[in-house]
Protein backbone atom coordinates (compact mmCIF):
# COMPACT_ATOMS: atom_id res chain seq x y z
CA UNK A 1 0.00 0.00 0.00
CA UNK A 2 0.87 3.78 -1.09
CA UNK A 3 -0.21 6.67 0.81
CA UNK A 4 0.98 10.46 -1.36
CA UNK A 5 0.09 13.53 -0.47
CA UNK A 6 1.34 17.22 -0.23
CA UNK A 7 1.80 19.67 2.48
CA UNK A 8 1.46 23.80 2.00
CA UNK A 9 2.09 26.29 4.75
CA UNK A 10 2.61 23.42 7.21
CA UNK A 11 4.65 23.58 10.68
CA UNK A 12 6.80 21.22 11.40
CA UNK A 13 8.33 20.33 15.16
CA UNK A 14 11.68 18.21 14.51
CA UNK A 15 12.55 18.81 18.10
CA UNK A 16 10.85 19.99 20.38
CA UNK A 17 13.25 22.78 21.79
CA UNK A 18 14.16 24.37 18.85
CA UNK A 19 12.45 26.44 16.50
CA UNK A 20 9.78 24.94 14.17
CA UNK A 21 9.75 25.33 10.60
CA UNK A 22 7.14 27.58 9.33
CA UNK A 23 5.23 27.99 6.11
CA UNK A 24 6.62 24.21 4.78
CA UNK A 25 5.52 23.09 1.53
CA UNK A 26 6.40 19.89 -0.06
CA UNK A 27 5.12 15.91 -0.85
CA UNK A 28 4.96 12.93 0.98
CA UNK A 29 4.90 9.40 0.53
CA UNK A 30 4.49 6.37 2.84
CA UNK A 31 5.15 3.02 1.43
CA UNK A 32 5.93 -0.56 2.95
CA UNK A 33 6.94 0.52 5.97
CA UNK A 34 8.75 3.58 5.69
CA UNK A 35 7.80 7.67 5.03
CA UNK A 36 9.91 10.08 3.07
CA UNK A 37 8.82 13.80 2.70
CA UNK A 38 10.61 15.98 0.28
CA UNK A 39 10.53 19.57 1.46
CA UNK A 40 10.30 22.19 -1.45
CA UNK A 41 10.30 25.29 1.10
CA UNK A 42 9.51 27.49 4.29
CA UNK A 43 11.40 29.11 7.10
CA UNK A 44 12.70 28.41 10.83
CA UNK A 45 12.98 32.25 12.29
CA UNK A 46 14.00 34.36 9.29
CA UNK A 47 16.43 31.79 7.89
CA UNK A 48 15.30 30.71 4.23
CA UNK A 49 14.80 26.41 3.68
CA UNK A 50 15.46 25.38 0.75
CA UNK A 51 15.10 22.04 -0.66
CA UNK A 52 15.14 19.12 2.31
CA UNK A 53 13.66 16.06 3.49
CA UNK A 54 12.65 13.90 6.10
CA UNK A 55 13.26 9.96 6.20
CA UNK A 56 11.97 7.40 8.31
CA UNK A 57 13.14 3.95 6.86
CA UNK A 58 11.17 2.13 9.10
CA UNK A 59 7.58 3.41 11.11
CA UNK A 60 7.60 -0.21 12.53
CA UNK A 61 8.81 -1.27 15.18
CA UNK A 62 8.76 1.32 17.35
CA UNK A 63 11.46 3.70 17.86
CA UNK A 64 13.24 3.36 14.30
CA UNK A 65 15.46 6.29 13.13
CA UNK A 66 14.32 9.31 11.51
CA UNK A 67 16.84 11.11 9.45
CA UNK A 68 16.30 15.24 9.05
CA UNK A 69 18.52 16.98 6.64
CA UNK A 70 17.73 20.90 6.36
CA UNK A 71 19.73 22.76 4.39
CA UNK A 72 18.70 26.76 4.37
CA UNK A 73 20.75 29.97 3.79
CA UNK A 74 20.21 33.29 5.53
CA UNK A 75 22.27 35.09 8.03
CA UNK A 76 24.90 33.63 9.69
CA UNK A 77 24.04 34.65 13.33
CA UNK A 78 20.46 33.48 13.09
CA UNK A 79 22.04 30.10 11.94
CA UNK A 80 23.90 29.83 15.39
CA UNK A 81 21.40 30.93 17.38
CA UNK A 82 19.15 27.94 16.01
CA UNK A 83 22.12 25.54 16.19
CA UNK A 84 22.20 27.11 19.91
CA UNK A 85 19.32 25.77 21.34
CA UNK A 86 19.07 22.12 23.15
CA UNK A 87 20.20 19.91 22.61
CA UNK A 88 23.34 21.46 20.43
CA UNK A 89 24.26 24.20 22.21
CA UNK A 90 26.83 24.78 19.68
CA UNK A 91 27.65 28.52 20.27
CA UNK A 92 27.36 28.19 24.26
CA UNK A 93 29.87 24.79 24.20
CA UNK A 94 32.41 27.17 21.98
CA UNK A 95 32.12 30.05 24.12
CA UNK A 96 30.76 32.06 21.43
CA UNK A 97 27.65 35.19 21.08
CA UNK A 98 25.63 34.42 18.18
CA UNK A 99 24.39 38.33 18.24
CA UNK A 100 28.65 39.15 17.39
CA UNK A 101 28.28 37.03 14.33
CA UNK A 102 27.92 38.74 11.16
CA UNK A 103 27.76 37.50 7.34
CA UNK A 104 25.50 35.32 5.22
CA UNK A 105 25.89 31.72 3.97
CA UNK A 106 24.26 28.21 3.30
CA UNK A 107 24.19 25.23 5.58
CA UNK A 108 22.97 21.52 5.74
CA UNK A 109 22.01 20.01 8.97
CA UNK A 110 21.53 16.14 8.83
CA UNK A 111 19.97 14.82 12.71
CA UNK A 112 19.58 11.58 13.03
CA UNK A 113 17.12 10.90 16.11
CA UNK A 114 14.52 8.29 17.01
CA UNK A 115 10.99 8.32 16.73
CA UNK A 116 10.63 8.41 20.26
CA UNK A 117 9.10 10.90 22.87
CA UNK A 118 11.53 9.69 25.75
CA UNK A 119 14.66 8.50 24.87
CA UNK A 120 18.51 8.47 25.67
CA UNK A 121 19.74 12.09 24.06
CA UNK A 122 23.06 10.13 23.12
CA UNK A 123 20.99 8.89 20.32
CA UNK A 124 20.76 11.97 18.47
CA UNK A 125 23.72 12.49 16.19
CA UNK A 126 24.12 15.18 13.83
CA UNK A 127 26.25 16.58 11.34
CA UNK A 128 26.61 20.34 10.23
CA UNK A 129 28.22 21.27 7.04
CA UNK A 130 28.74 25.35 5.98
CA UNK A 131 29.96 27.82 3.83
CA UNK A 132 29.67 31.73 4.49
CA UNK A 133 31.06 34.86 2.96
CA UNK A 134 31.42 38.11 4.39
CA UNK A 135 32.20 37.09 7.68
CA UNK A 136 33.19 38.95 10.76
CA UNK A 137 33.63 37.32 14.27
CA UNK A 138 34.77 38.57 18.01
CA UNK A 139 37.81 35.96 18.21
CA UNK A 140 40.73 34.62 16.19
CA UNK A 141 41.21 31.27 14.68
CA UNK A 142 44.78 30.77 15.58
CA UNK A 143 46.97 33.68 15.32
CA UNK A 144 44.20 35.04 12.97
CA UNK A 145 41.76 37.35 13.67
CA UNK A 146 38.30 36.84 11.59
CA UNK A 147 36.94 40.26 9.49
CA UNK A 148 34.91 40.22 6.12
CA UNK A 149 36.11 36.50 5.40
CA UNK A 150 35.24 33.32 3.91
CA UNK A 151 34.35 30.44 6.28
CA UNK A 152 33.62 26.81 5.37
CA UNK A 153 32.81 25.18 8.63
CA UNK A 154 32.13 21.26 9.68
CA UNK A 155 30.72 20.06 12.59
CA UNK A 156 29.89 16.63 14.41
CA UNK A 157 29.60 14.80 17.80
CA UNK A 158 33.27 14.21 17.50
CA UNK A 159 34.29 18.46 17.01
CA UNK A 160 34.12 21.40 15.26
CA UNK A 161 36.39 22.07 12.10
CA UNK A 162 36.61 25.73 10.59
CA UNK A 163 38.37 26.51 7.57
CA UNK A 164 38.98 30.05 5.72
Known sequence: MTLEF???DGT?????TMTPLTGASGSARISDNGLIFDLNGGTIGTLNILPSRVEIPKLRPKGGDMIITVNAQGDASEMLTLLNQDPFNFADRYDTDPTQIEGQGDISVTITRPLLEYFDQNR???VVKGNFTNVTAPFQIGAYGLTKGNVSLNVDKTGLQVVG
Do not use: A, G, M
Open 12 to 16: VKYIS
Open 124 to 126: IQY
Open 6 to 8: TVR
